[in-house]
């Protein structure tokens, strides 16, 4: 059974601060990991990360795949406000594209 | 104008009503999914549909039916809500041509409550 885990489950920082968040996963043949950013409602996409694509960045977000560790990390530098939502981390299962999910680490960042 | 739109947005009800959720998309994508979404368990998937004609059960589908009734449009049923079945539900596409079909869209979700 394929599994994804993050951690930590919640984080408060302040602004300016770095964060990085966790994700580890369990699958039968990984294609892929995905991050989304989930504020009042939907989730939003943020990365794709693949064996041919281990390493994304756009603008104070960044991630990095770890297929040896089976594990990828997500850092936001300089952190605002508006960067206070769900983070979840999802890799999709070997039949189809399903995606499995992992609880989320609920980021909050204070003025 | 949004990709992917859920309706209702809000819904209560009470135990034993049946429900029906609605997803409509205007992205052209031929895969749907619904997922429900509680506190700390994240999203666990419900159905998915990779066409018309082909409707799969997710991890939790008992207690969920849907209906595939154009590329479109994904419905989802609780024939006889029960409470346990309050949650956040999301519908979401994705496209099987892209290069990449891992990515998925959400809809806005819905928010049920059974009493």
């Known amino acids: 059974e394929d599994k994804v885990v993050q951690s930590p489950l919640s984080l408060v920082v302040h602004e300016g601060d770095t964060v990085t968040l966790n994700c580890s996963y369990e699958?039968?043949?990984?294609?892929?990991l995905l991050w989304y950013k989930q504020e009042k409602k939907a989730p939003t996409f943020l990365f794709m990360l693949?064996?041919?694509?281990i390493e994304k960045k756009s603008g104070r977000l960044s991630s990095i795949l770890d297929k040896k560790e089976l594990s990828s990390i997500l850092n936001i530098t300089a952190t605002q406000t508006g960067d206070s939502a769900i983070y979840l981390c999802?890799?999709?299962?070997?039949?189809?594209?399903?995606?499995?999910f992992g609880g989320g680490t609920r980021l909050m960042v204070k003025p | 104008d949004a990709d992917v739109t859920q309706t209702p947005r809000n819904r209560i009800t009470k135990t034993g009503k049946r429900i029906m959720l609605e997803c409509s998309q205007t992205?052209?994508?031929?895969?749907m999914y619904w997922y429900r979404q509680d506190p700390g368990l994240g999203l666990r998937l419900i159905y998915y549909?990779?066409?018309?004609?082909?409707?799969n059960k997710g991890e939790i589908s008992d207690g969920y039916s849907v209906s595939r009734q154009a590329q479109a449009k994904f419905s989802l049923s609780l024939e006889s809500a029960i409470p346990n079945q309050t949650a956040l539900y999301f519908c979401?596409?994705?496209?099987?041509?892209?290069?990449?079909?891992?990515?998925?869209?959400f809809g806005p979700g819905t928010r049920l409550t059974v009493l």
């Open positions: 979401a596409t994705s496209d099987s041509r892209l290069p990449y079909t891992d990515t998925q869209y």
């Open positions: 699958v039968t043949n990984f294609r892929s």
């Open positions: 693949t064996s041919s694509g």
């Open positions: 999802a890799v999709p299962g070997y039949a189809g594209n399903m995606l499995t």
């Open positions: 992205k052209g994508h031929d895969r």
């Open positions: 549909s990779f066409d018309v004609k082909d409707i």
